[in-house]
């Protein structure tokens, strides 16, 4: 990729970057996580319990908006990805129970990445429906492994029995204790930064606008000398890498791996949680995450027509609010903001 | 006089103070022990565990009626599992956390019980099973929390075998047909183990595993008529058992079928005279003929004409002989103490609806002899249509695993021992 037009694509991006809807945005994020990371200090424990699977969740979900709102890309088979990462962790830990916790983190995910580029080099050849059809067997493929190799996975009955034992700098710190603070910083320590890492590539680097311009017109950002297919894939292996960390997380935050992590059914959920919380914006998803877990829960306590109810929100979220839960607060806020403005005048 | 009134006040303030004291004892002592009961609530599988939502229902209300455990009542907390094994884990330990819930009753699907015995074993709460028959969770797999009373998967197919001995002592060759997933070949293991312990003069005449869902039957049908085998053995379930007993009635199949789940109201109901003349077996049937089980099933029915479960099940008998088996585990125990627990129900020995059991020691697995029967007309069964007649019992001693066979570290050095 040429320099020269990198650094005029970015010069043009940058302007409404550093506008007040992006200091709004930096705000946004820096409130919620620090909200995410204070919770157990204020909330019961079975919330906390329940925030771990929401983070989990949430991470999954930033992954596959990484496609869909940054390259335009849907998938409807990401869960390959994520439920790869859990039973690579699950498997390297029953063969290893003492390996360190980053080591553990680091190759599962590295080997999701690798995944990643493989699967990647054929996905994003094609794009819209040839894209999600192609990403939908890949999807069902990697569910049929998980389902038939029972040697390996367990088949339905699935992995089980593996915890990391070997936290290294924190010897006196456990994952065997659900609901608890601990593990759930835990999770947080290795899930904030990588989304963070993520966040940052593409909301505050050249290389973000890079990924927009492709989305927005490949064939003008091929013209001005992108290489597409490169900076496609990329997203791609970046997206499945931050798959890879929600799955190992979620792994490590169940303590078993089935069949449910790589069904087709769960890559439909993650679309459901991106698009709730608010594709739009980077954190939407996992705003959307948390809302997801807390209302499905609550809601299917209460009767067991839970899911009629929560297709219709979904339903009325993509016809009244199609930016999600985050994009109706901004929307809100921004009316408001116009309303003080002309009271001031 | 005013020492006579402060006197007054004092006396008054003290009854009070007593008062409160007994009645806050009172209602330490009426404490509820909480349950949590894992079912499936919502989907297509929702109908199956109406049934055991059913029994666990009944038994915690015969339960508590009868003083409960050592005077506690038994609060019941129902969380939908939605077949989904982290949804359940995450449920399941809000229970726990919420309501400080001491045992745990479930569930269908191996997965699921997997999930629970993660959370039972983490939170240090007991998981006592009536589904998920997989034999390494007793086995390789094996951890502490879980008690099984459902059977596993060579037992169950053990009484089938013996089942067949049974009513079809004619039988020289066997056909397998099973789903193609870790459930069917488990299962179709089971059977080929069965035949040489339980039926040695049985050939296997062939084995095929079709895709679960399978619409057409036919092929198979042909491959079974082809073998030359005179009965087929099978642990088909839900809609594939369904279109293999009606399809095979329609094809004119000669060998009768022995299933896994024959004996299960929801696939009898719908297939007329269909299934007349096959087997089925399992660790309860409502066909069991003892007084103690026939005034199970009338007080069952009396309680429960004109609802979905107006007859006992199958899956009835076992959701309600577990609760009934981990609640005379903590009346035992006298404490709520996960250690305490365990060690009771080691060994533990319960004269159940569906005859005497015991929980082995080294791998928790039930010990309990199977009923098995012939579907047989109606006229002849509780049921408005063809259904398992009087039950025959398949003997303990004819389908046990040993424990050194179990796989289970603790049974090899039990055994050793």
């Keep these: 990729m040429s320099q020269t037009l990198l650094a005029r694509t970015t010069a043009a991006d940058r302007g409404p970057r550093l506008s007040s809807a992006k200091r709004a945005e930096?705000?946004?994020?820096?409130?919620?996580?620090?909200l995410l990371i204070?919770?157990?200090?204020?909330?019961?424990?079975?919330?906390?319990?329940?925030?771990g699977q929401a983070v989990c969740l949430g991470l999954f979900a930033i992954s596959f908006n990484l496609l869909f709102k940054y390259s335009g890309l849907l998938s409807f088979g990401h869960a390959a990805f994520f439920g790869f990462a859990a039973y690579a962790e699950a498997l390297l830990l029953q063969s290893w129970p003492g390996l360190p916790l980053p080591l553990l983190v680091v190759g599962t995910v590295l080997s999701t990445a690798i995944l990643g580029l493989l699967l990647g080099q054929v996905c994003v050849r094609r794009s819209g429906a040839y894209f999600s059809m192609t990403t939908l067997t890949i999807g069902a493929f990697f569910y049929a492994v998980a389902f038939k190799w029972q040697g390996v996975t367990g088949g339905t009955d699935g992995l089980d029995s593996f915890m990391p034992q070997n936290l290294l700098l924190l010897p006196r710190w456990s994952l065997d204790n659900p609901g608890t603070a601990q593990t759930y910083w835990l999770i947080l320590a290795i899930l904030i930064p990588a989304a963070l890492a993520a966040w940052a590539l593409l909301e505050w680097t050249p290389w973000g606008n890079a990924v927009v311009a492709v989305r927005s017109n490949e064939k003008r950002a091929a013209f001005l000398g992108y290489d597409t297919h490169g900076v496609k894939l990329a997203n791609f292996v970046l997206s499945a890498a931050l798959a890879g960390v929600a799955g190992a997380l979620w792994a490590i935050d169940n303590g078993f791996v089935s069949t449910d992590s790589v069904d087709l059914s769960f890559s439909t959920t993650v679309i459901i949680v991106a698009l709730l919380g608010g594709s739009g914006w980077f954190w939407g998803p996992m705003v959307g995450a948390v809302i997801y877990i807390a209302v499905s829960d609550r809601l299917s306590a209460l009767t067991p027509h839970w899911q009629i109810f929560l297709g219709l929100a979904f339903v009325g979220i993509v016809l009244f609010a199609p930016r999600g839960l985050a994009g109706l607060v901004q929307s809100i806020w921004q009316r408001v903001l116009t309303r003080r403005g002309r009271q001031n005048v | 006089m005013r020492g006579l009134r402060l006197f007054r006040y004092t006396l008054m303030a003290t009854a009070a103070a007593v008062g409160l004291h007994v009645a806050a004892a009172r209602a330490a002592d009426d404490k509820p022990i909480v349950f949590v009961a894992a079912?499936?609530?919502s989907g297509p599988f929702k109908v199956t565990d109406n049934q055991n939502l059913a029994g666990v229902r009944y038994a915690?209300?015969?339960?508590?009626?009868?003083?409960?455990?050592?005077?506690?009542?038994?609060?019941?907390?129902i969380v939908d599992t939605e077949l989904n094994a982290a949804a359940t884990r995450r449920k399941v330990t809000d229970a726990i956390l919420n309501d400080d819930a001491k045992a745990i009753i479930g569930a269908s699907g191996s997965d699921i019980v997997n999930a629970l015995v993660s959370v039972g074993q983490k939170n240090h709460v007991p998981v006592f099973a009536f589904a998920g028959e997989a034999d390494d969770m007793t086995g390789a797999r094996f951890q502490p929390a879980l008690f099984r009373f459902a059977s596993n998967t060579s037992m169950h197919a053990s009484a089938i075998v013996y089942a067949m001995k049974h009513f079809y002592p004619n039988v020289k060759k066997v056909f397998l047909l099973d789903e193609d997933y870790a459930f069917g070949h488990e299962s179709e293991a089971g059977f080929k183990a069965a035949l040489k312990t339980v039926a040695p003069g049985v050939e296997v005449a062939g084995s095929v595993f079709h895709p679960r869902g399978v619409a057409d039957f036919s092929p198979y049908l042909q491959?079974?008529?082809?073998?030359?085998?005179?009965?087929?053995?099978?642990?088909?379930?839900?809609?594939?058992?369904?279109?293999?007993?009606?399809?095979?009635?329609?094809?004119?199949?000669?060998?009768?079928?022995?299933?896994?789940?024959?004996?299960?109201?929801?696939?009898l109901k719908g297939i007329g005279n269909a299934g007349i003349g096959d087997i089925g077996a399992d660790v309860y049937q409502p066909t069991i003929d003892t007084p103690e089980n026939k005034a199970f099933v009338t007080a069952w029915h009396t309680g429960h004409a004109g609802s979905d479960v107006p007859w006992p099940t199958a899956s009835v008998g076992k959701s309600y002989i577990t609760t009934e088996l981990a609640a005379a585990i903590f009346t035992k125990a006298g404490s709520t103490d996960f250690d305490t627990v365990v060690k009771t129900a080691e060994g533990f020995k319960l004269d159940s609806i569906a005859g005497p059991l015991v929980i082995r020691a080294c791998d928790h697995?039930?010990?309990?002899?199977?009923?098995?029967?012939?579907?047989?007309?109606?006229?002849?069964?509780?049921?408005?249509?063809?259904?398992?007649?009087?039950?025959?019992i398949a003997p303990l001693s004819a389908i046990a695993v040993a424990p050194q066979d179990t796989g289970n570290p603790r049974c090899s050095s039990a055994a050793a021992n």
């Design chain 2, 60 to 77: 915690v209300d015969q339960i508590n009626k009868s003083g409960g455990i050592n005077g506690h009542p038994i609060k019941l907390d």
């Design chain 2, 223 to 267: 491959q079974i008529q082809a073998s030359g085998a005179d009965f087929v053995l099978t642990a088909d379930w839900g809609a594939d058992l369904v279109k293999l007993m009606t399809q095979a009635q329609s094809f004119g199949l000669k060998p009768r079928i022995g299933g896994t789940f024959v004996a299960d109201p929801e696939i």
């Design chain 2, 39 to 41: 079912i499936i609530e």
């Design chain 1, 38 to 51: 204070v919770a157990p200090t204020f909330v019961s424990r079975s919330t906390v319990n329940d925030l």
């Design chain 2, 365 to 392: 697995q039930v010990q309990i002899g199977q009923a098995t029967g012939q579907v047989v007309p109606t006229n002849n069964n509780p049921y408005p249509f063809p259904f398992i007649g009087t039950a025959f």
């Design chain 1, 26 to 34: 930096t705000a946004a994020t820096v409130l919620l996580l620090a």
